[in-house]
T-cell receptor, first 117, second 113 residues
Framework: DADVTQTPRNRITKTGKRIMLECSQTKGHDRMYWYRQDPGLGLRLIYYSFDVKDINKGEISDGYSVSRQAQAKFSLSLESAIPNQTALYFC????????????????FGPGTRLTVL | GDSVTQMEGPVTLSEEAFLTINCTYTATGYPSLFWYVQYPGEGLQLLLKATKADDKGSNKGFEATYRKETTSFHLEKGSVQVSDSAVYFCAASSGAGRRALTFGSGTRLQVQP
């Protein structure tokens, strides 16, 4: 079984709808991240969470919200979807190094392809 | 803010050719540097990393050296294979306490038999 799973894998929705993307992990990692990938732009960080009570905005958080329901679950919501939120969304996790250093590997889920019409 | 710049693709090579994908970064201080690879239909996976100046990361025949003086982390492989066809992303640790990653735009590599 995959260590980082995302549901749904594909979603088509209409402008104005509320959408939730879910991420679960069995790696036991404390840190979880949401990115979006757009052609020619690479990955951009939306939100990240270092534990259940620590949630931080990333580079492009406007129009998104998140919920860290448990150590293993981190959901991304689009309250009112718009067409320019059409993208590939990735969840990632990482372990916390002793001393909290950033030099650690992130493990990615398979992605959710979201299309907003 | 921090940024990572990669050479634009796609890069098309014949099997056994030499590969270089350029990456430069802009950051305050000294970030850790990473190369991730994304195979078709999959998420990203770490290929190699370097955490301080002059470090060389290596994996699966790929290598990259952290060059502080040129703020670069170019990816190289001496002899590519068809199975290396993928999108390669350069990334640097960023944000408060360097707890997040800033990615480059990605470079698609296509290796022909």
């Amino acid at each position: 079984d995959a260590d980082v799973t995302q549901t749904p894998r594909n979603r088509i929705t209409k402008t104005g709808k509320r959408i939730m993307l879910e991420c679960s992990q069995t790696k036991g990692h404390d840190r979880m991240y949401w990115y979006r990938q757009d052609p020619g732009l690479g990955l951009r960080l939306i939100y990240y969470s270092f534990d259940v009570k620590d949630i931080n905005k990333g580079e492009i958080s406007d129009g998104y919200s998140v919920s860290r329901q448990a150590q293993a679950k981190f959901s991304l919501s689009l309250e009112s979807a718009i067409p320019n939120q059409t993208a590939l969304y990735f969840c990632a996790t990482s372990d916390a190094l002793a001393g909290g250093g950033p030099n650690n590997e992130q493990f990615f889920g398979p992605g959710t392809r979201l299309t907003v019409l | 803010g921090d940024s990572v710049t990669q050479m634009e693709g796609p890069v098309t090579l014949s099997e056994e050719a030499f590969l270089t994908i350029n990456c430069t970064y802009t950051a305050t201080g000294y970030p850790s540097l990473f190369w991730y690879v994304q195979y078709p239909g999959e998420g990203l996976q770490l290929l190699l990393k370097a955490t301080k100046a002059d470090d060389k990361g290596s994996n699966k025949g790929f290598e990259a050296t952290y060059r502080k003086e040129t703020t670069s982390f170019h990816l190289e492989k001496g002899s590519v294979q068809v199975s290396d066809s993928a999108v390669y992303f350069c990334a640097a640790s960023s944000g408060a306490g360097r707890r997040a990653l800033t990615f480059g735009s990605g470079t698609r590599l296509q290796v022909q038999p």
